[in-house]
């Protein structure tokens, strides 16, 4: 699922919920969903690459730097980042940024 | 003059139709009265009125407009307590606010968050009679950096904790009485307890569960257990949330948290002092103390021994009777 996912989407952006905030606790990364008051805390692979996701980057820009950083080859970094992304999408946190026509 | 109140960021006077009833509740507003009108966050200020008289309908207004007609002749204090809770909160949205008791030990304040009917009026209460400087039993005020914001106001107590503090009975006039909630309004000051003045950031968060039958138990907590406690006593956290939740996780980064279950009360103060500390001893100003056959009584949770034409005060330890304590 997360495989198919990624092709789909391999163009697109995601950020932050707007009903979401974070703060670190404990060496923790947390995030609040206000509406449920849900607070969920990061693993913490996914705690390091939360500040990444806030729109600017497409998901295939995401991936090169994460390779880099991790001198791993792109198609491991893509597959890493889904594992994190995924859940995190599915639990609301994120959200898909449409962006308007050109 | 009428006096003017501040319950956190809210500001407001009450006028009593019934100057018997005017009296009662200036004293159990005292904690909340503000010499400087002006210097609220909010200078709006609001002008309550509490119409008890004869045949009725009782009312409590506010600037004019009926808030609440009822044929009890005790609703309209009671509304009133209600409106200056809800509109404290309306009314403070530059603070976190917890829905939770405080009282100061000798290393800061002890935060108590619960839900209600919890029992933080009734260990907030028992905590005060031990010395420890009072903050409040119901609002819990942080800045955002980090500094408690004391909301004293009369503890609240339900006729449940009414057995448990006997001495703490109030003795309206009796033409008051019927006018009055079925809530014990305790002055701290008048109990001989002490308010705190200006408390810094807490100490320490303990979240207390009554557990009748038990054994009174403190244990420490994951700051991560603590923070997801304390959102849920969060009033308004769709407001502000990354502000509240970043007051929050620093002070729970800071700061222990544990869990308190109360089984009998006494217990249950005795380990918070075991673990923070006792109160400072000290006689409360304008209080008399009235000793019995041995010469030394207990007021304020403090033990007073009588030495000439002086009272002093020191920490001898062990259970001691309550003998006596009358206000000057």
Same mark, same amino acid.
């Given at each position: 699922?997360?495989?198919?996912?990624?092709?789909?989407?391999?163009?697109?952006?995601?950020?932050?919920?707007?009903?979401?905030?974070?703060?670190?606790?404990?060496?923790?990364?947390?995030?609040?969903?206000?509406?449920?008051?849900?607070?969920?805390?990061?693993?913490?692979?996914?705690?390091?690459? $939360?500040?990444?996701?806030?729109?600017?980057?497409?998901?295939?820009?995401?991936?090169?730097?994460?390779?880099?950083?991790?001198?791993?080859?792109?198609?491991?970094?893509?597959?890493?980042?889904?594992? $994190?992304?995924?859940?995190?999408?599915?639990?609301?946190?994120?959200?898909?940024?449409?962006?308007?026509?050109? | 003059?009428?006096?003017?109140?501040?319950?956190?960021?809210?500001?407001?006077?009450?006028?009593?139709?019934?100057? !018997?009833?005017?009296?009662?509740?200036?004293?159990?507003?005292?904690?909340?009265?503000?010499?400087?009108?002006?210097?609220?966050?909010?200078?709006?200020?609001?002008?309550?009125?509490?119409?008890?008289?004869?045949?009725?309908?009782?009312?409590?207004?506010?600037?004019?407009?009926?808030?609440?007609?009822?044929?009890?002749?005790?609703?309209?204090?009671?509304?009133?307590?209600?409106?200056?809770?809800?509109?404290?909160?309306?009314?403070?949205?530059?603070?976190?606010?917890?829905?939770?008791?405080?009282?100061?030990?000798?290393?800061?304040?002890?935060?108590?968050?619960?839900?209600?009917?919890?029992?933080?009026?009734?260990?907030?209460?028992?905590?005060?009679?031990?010395?420890? +400087?009072?903050?409040?039993?119901?609002?819990?005020?942080?800045?955002?950096?980090?500094?408690?914001?004391?909301?004293?106001?009369?503890?609240?107590?339900?006729?449940?904790?009414?057995?448990?503090? +006997?001495?703490?009975? +109030?003795?309206?006039?009796?033409?008051?009485? +019927?006018?009055?909630?079925?809530?014990?309004?305790?002055?701290?000051?008048?109990?001989?307890?002490?308010?705190?003045?200006?408390?810094?950031?807490?100490?320490?968060?303990?979240?207390?569960?009554?557990?009748?039958?038990?054994?009174?138990?403190?244990?420490?907590?994951?700051?991560?257990?603590?923070?997801? !406690?304390?959102?849920?006593?969060?009033?308004?956290?769709? !407001?502000?949330?990354?502000?509240?939740?970043?007051?929050?996780?620093?002070?729970?980064?800071? !700061?222990?948290?544990?869990?308190?279950?109360?089984?009998?009360?006494?217990?249950?103060?005795?380990?918070?002092?075991?673990?923070?500390?006792?109160?400072?001893?000290?006689?409360?100003?304008?209080?008399?103390?009235?000793?019995?056959?041995?010469?030394?009584?207990?007021?304020?949770?403090?033990?007073?021994?009588?030495?000439?034409?002086?009272?002093?005060?020191?920490?001898?330890?062990?259970?001691?009777?309550?003998?006596?304590?009358?206000?000057?």
């Amino acid at each position: 699922m997360a495989a198919r996912y990624t092709r789909r989407t391999s163009g697109v952006r995601v950020a932050h919920s707007r009903t979401t905030c974070d703060a670190v606790v404990g060496g923790q990364r947390v995030v609040l969903d206000v509406r449920s008051r849900t607070l969920h805390a990061l693993r913490a692979d996914a705690a390091a690459v $939360w500040p990444l996701l806030d729109g600017s980057a497409t998901l295939h820009e995401l991936a090169h730097e994460l390779a880099d950083a991790t001198m791993t080859p792109v198609g491991e970094a893509r597959r890493m980042l889904d594992g $994190w992304i995924v859940p995190l999408l599915e639990a609301g946190l994120l959200q898909v940024v449409i962006e308007p026509p050109a | 003059m009428t006096a003017v109140h501040a319950a956190l960021g809210y500001r407001f006077t009450v006028t009593c139709t019934d100057q !018997r009833l005017q009296a009662h509740v200036d004293q159990m507003l005292a904690g909340l009265a503000v010499t400087d009108d002006h210097g609220g966050h909010d200078h709006r200020i609001d002008r309550y009125t509490v119409d008890t008289r004869e045949p009725g309908p009782f009312a409590l207004r506010l600037d004019g407009e009926v808030l609440v007609s009822s044929a009890s002749p005790a609703d309209p204090l009671a509304h009133l307590l209600h409106q200056v809770n809800l509109r404290a909160v309306e009314h403070s949205d530059h603070l976190t606010l917890l829905h939770a008791a405080a009282a100061c030990a000798p290393a800061g304040p002890v935060v108590f968050p619960a839900a209600m009917e919890s029992g933080k009026s009734t260990l907030v209460t028992a905590l005060a009679l031990r010395g420890w +400087p009072y903050v409040t039993d119901e609002i819990l005020a942080l800045r955002s950096s980090g500094e408690v914001v004391p909301y004293p106001r009369a503890i609240s107590l339900d006729p449940g904790s009414w057995t448990m503090f +006997p001495d703490l009975r +109030p003795a309206p006039d009796p033409g008051v009485a +019927p006018l009055l909630p079925n809530q014990w309004q305790v002055s701290v000051p008048s109990a001989g307890g002490r308010v705190a003045d200006s408390p810094a950031g807490p100490a320490s968060v303990v979240f207390p569960s009554y557990t009748p039958g038990q054994h009174s138990r403190l244990e420490p907590i994951t700051p991560l257990a603590g923070l997801h !406690r304390l959102l849920g006593t969060t009033f308004r956290l769709e !407001r502000h949330p990354q502000r509240d939740l970043s007051v929050l996780a620093a002070l729970v980064d800071a !700061r222990p948290c544990y869990l308190l279950a109360v089984g009998e009360l006494g217990g249950a103060c005795d380990l918070l002092e075991e673990e923070f500390g006792k109160a400072e001893t000290h006689a409360p100003a304008g209080v008399t103390v009235s000793f019995g056959h041995d010469d030394q009584t207990r007021l304020g949770g403090r033990r007073f021994r009588q030495s000439g034409a002086l009272v002093t005060a020191d920490e001898v330890g062990g259970a001691l009777v309550v003998h006596r304590a009358r206000r000057t």
